[in-house]
């Protein structure tokens, strides 16, 4: 009869996911996705009305519907694929939800309300911060190790185990055997690596298709841009932007000298309803004023690209987007809701283009295989 020993404690410690870097970005992709083209769909379409008579059935609802098949995906099923979905679906749903807060945070239900904009960025603000914390490594003990080398086994019970991940639970259970001052945790370790020692059923290498798209991106980065390319790249979009940003700032420095352009120019903006009274108008002098900021940082950083100085400029240049991310596009979402879609997606392939050119030509790393992806 088998011995057992009572633990003194339950442990409640959270352990992140073997993949939930993963699913954290698929999930935010598909949040930003769903809110672009949702707002492109109704602005294009007179904004459709679904339903007869009273009845209007709301995108608020699909989202909704969304949101509760991704939480029961998560609770009925526990194949690796139902992850993936189920981060499709929280994502699109949770776009489609908050895109309709405009309504729901208004009396008159005003789905164009300037505040709802900024919420919706906002929350996606969220989710990015969310997902660069998780993109850290994870803390490395045996109770968590052990956790991710059972998530990775049914990849074998669905024949999807391959040769690179057999050998990356090897090394994981042998970490864990040789650490571990858990005798439970070190003798279930050294019975795994005794079973995927002997003969199973091994899948053939299948990248999958985020791993074949990042290293098909990666190939045509080395072939067809290059160091070279890439930097004229940074240091035009970031020249550009800076430049425009700067024309904005001058026109708010000159204004006390030239009256009648400044009453021009608020008659303007009160005109298309982007000034409604003295709140907003400082609102707005504020986010000249930060743009303006953040044009100086990035036509310096330009500056410096062009000279060679390409850590500082590198850092100034990230530091000059990351301001422009989450500080002045609130405050340009809230004056102009549907205008700023457009500088914001170039503004994030600049920020991704830092980061590509400080991980590959500033401080290059090797690349390595990854332990698993998610099917």
């Not at 352990?15 to 769909?41: D, E, G, H, K």
Request: hydrophobic letters at 50%.
């Amino acid at each position: 009869m088998a011995q057992t020993s009572i633990s003194p404690r339950q442990i409640r410690r959270p352990v992140r996911r073997n993949s939930a870097s993963l699913y954290m970005l698929i999930m935010l992709v598909s949040f930003s996705t769903s809110v672009v083209v949702t707002r492109l769909f109704l602005t294009l379409t007179g904004f459709p009305k679904i339903g007869r008579g009273e009845i209007h059935i709301a995108h608020l609802l699909w989202g909704g519907l969304l949101l509760f098949i991704a939480a029961t995906l998560l609770l009925v099923l526990a194949n690796r694929w139902a992850y993936l979905t189920s981060a499709v679906c929280a994502g699109v749903g949770a776009g489609l939800f908050m895109d309709e807060v405009g309504k729901f945070i208004t009396t008159s239900n005003n789905y164009f309300y300037p505040l709802a904009m900024p919420i919706i960025y906002g929350f996606f603000l969220i989710i990015v911060l969310v997902y660069l914390q998780v993109r850290k490594p994870p803390k490395q003990d045996s109770r968590s190790e052990m956790y991710r080398v059972l998530e990775m086994l049914p990849d074998l019970l669905d024949r999807e185990l391959e040769e690179h991940e057999r050998q990356a639970l090897e090394q994981r259970l042998k970490e864990i055997s040789e650490q571990s001052d858990n005798q439970d945790l070190t003798r279930l370790a050294t019975i795994l690596r005794d079973f995927l020692a002997s003969p199973i059923q091994i899948a053939p290498e299948r990248p999958g298709f985020l791993n074949r798209l990042a290293k098909g991106l990666q190939q045509f980065e080395e072939r067809w841009i290059g160091r070279e390319r890439l930097k004229l790249i940074l240091v035009v979009g970031m020249a550009i932007l800076g430049f425009l940003a700067i024309a904005e700032l001058i026109v708010l420095l000159a204004a006390p000298k030239f009256p009648d352009m400044l009453a021009q120019s608020i008659t303007h903006f009160a005109t298309t309803g982007e000034i409604t009274g003295p709140n907003t108008f400082n609102w707005f002098l504020i986010q000249l004023a930060l743009e303006g900021t953040v044009g100086i940082l990035l036509v310096i950083a330009s500056i410096l690209l062009i000279v060679g100085e390409d850590q500082r400029a590198n850092e100034l240049g990230y530091f000059g987007l990351l301001m422009s991310l989450t500080v002045v596009n609130l405050l340009l979402f809230y004056f102009d809701q549907f205008g700023n879609l457009l500088l914001t997606i170039i503004q994030i392939f600049l920020l991704a283009a830092l980061v590509q050119y400080r991980q590959h030509y500033i401080f290059p790393q090797k690349t390595t295989t990854p332990v698993t992806a998610a099917t």
